[in-house]
């Protein structure tokens, strides 16, 4: 009993979940999160700028500890915080810094809401763990339940080891999502989903997606309007009109209870809906394109020496100096892919900037222990052995470097 009132009071002060409370009672969004296990067509990570306001943008990649102490300074100063969410950059599901941040923040802050956001792929594995780290409200994101259509949302997904495309990789998802779903649902869980609105491509299938999430148990759906994004196969796919937009969440309206006061804010938001404050609090600010404070030294996390970062160009292969590439496919020591940090091509070799690119492409990759180049200049060296990283140059197949690593270094039994 103490525990629905509890959960009732979460819900009447959770910005999100209640329209009224988001003008009273701020989140905050700790970016512990960069690696993804999947690849959406309308997302691009790599666009790290202070005056970008979207779902996937962080100015900064946290560890657990740092994550901890941003949320001691900014509950000081922000006293109607309630909730503290991860939301990315990649998905919280992909990365273990999400599980050991979520139970620091519960040991220390027991009194804030926990809420995570996810694409639900590897969410039926741990909703209990959620559940069991306090966690009560979990958003889904799908952009639908009929796999022709999602193929044509979603450029991959990383199911068990494998990377599945088109239908069957938008089928393994979808079966994924509805699983978490109802594992949430049934251990007393608030699920909201969010879709994408896409004209073109999944609007039209949008009510199906709200009826089946209605019947799940799912507690709302929020209906956001894509964002085309520079560089990513929607770029010139258009947005939604907000007339579209409302008539399909008026018609859905009839089906489920629907969001209306989302403010489609980053992964590192701070603050009311409305306003963002994450910039006043950023650590290290590293905003790529100069409009932030200096970059700070990076804090040493923990690291996994059973996983490896393989910097590449074409996601396949291992291709690429540390500096330049364009992504890192992300291991474990028996070489199964978990996930894909993709990163900024730095300009330059030198330099502050450089200096910059460098530090926040090493915190992008969290609590990975080795990191995989065909070369590497001095500084990156430098700042990954400060960090703790060991560093392998090698290159080839992804996978085939990995587990040559691996076999090396004694983490995996030849
Ligand atoms: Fe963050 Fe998301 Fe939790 Fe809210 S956001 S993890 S549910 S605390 Fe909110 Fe931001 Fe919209 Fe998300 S306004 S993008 S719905
Ligand atoms: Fe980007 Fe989120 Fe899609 Fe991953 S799930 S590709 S982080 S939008």
Known sequence: MAQETDLQTALSEHPCFNEEAHRKFARMHLPVAPSCNIQCNYCDRRFDCCNESRPGVTSEVLSPEEAVEKVRAVKEKIPELRVIGIAGPGDPMANVSTF????????EFPELTLCVSTNGLAL???????HGLGV???????????????????????????????????AALIGKQLEGIRACVELGMVVK?????????NDTHIPDLVKKAKELGVYTVNILPLIPVKGTPFENLRSPTPLERRDLMDRCSLDARIMRHCRQCRA???????????QEFARFGGCSGGCGPEVKTIMPTSKDPNKFAVASSDGENADSGFGNAA????????????????????????????RRHIESVASSLGDCGNVIVNEIGPLPSKVLKNIGVNV??????AEECVLRASKRRGVRPS
């Open 327 to 354: 992504r890192f496919l992300i291991f474990d020591a028996d070489g199964r892919l978990l996930g894909d940090v993709p990163v900024d091509r730095g300009e330059g070799v030198s330099g502050e900037s450089h």
């Open 193 to 201: 989903v969010n879709v994408v609105m896409i004209p073109g491509i």
């Open 392 to 397: 392998i140059i090698d290159e080839g197949p």
């Open 124 to 130: 039926p594995e741990n909703a209990e763990r959620l």
């Open 100 to 107: 050991e941040t979520l139970k620091r923040i519960r040991d």
């Open 136 to 170: 009560r409200f979990v958003t889904v994101t799908m952009n639908g339940i009929d796999p022709s259509v999602c193929a044509k949302v979603y450029r991959h997904v990383l199911f068990e080891g494998r990377r599945l495309s088109g239908e069957e990789g938008a």
């Open 268 to 278: 590192d938001a701070i603050g009311l809906l409305g306003e963002d404050r994450s």
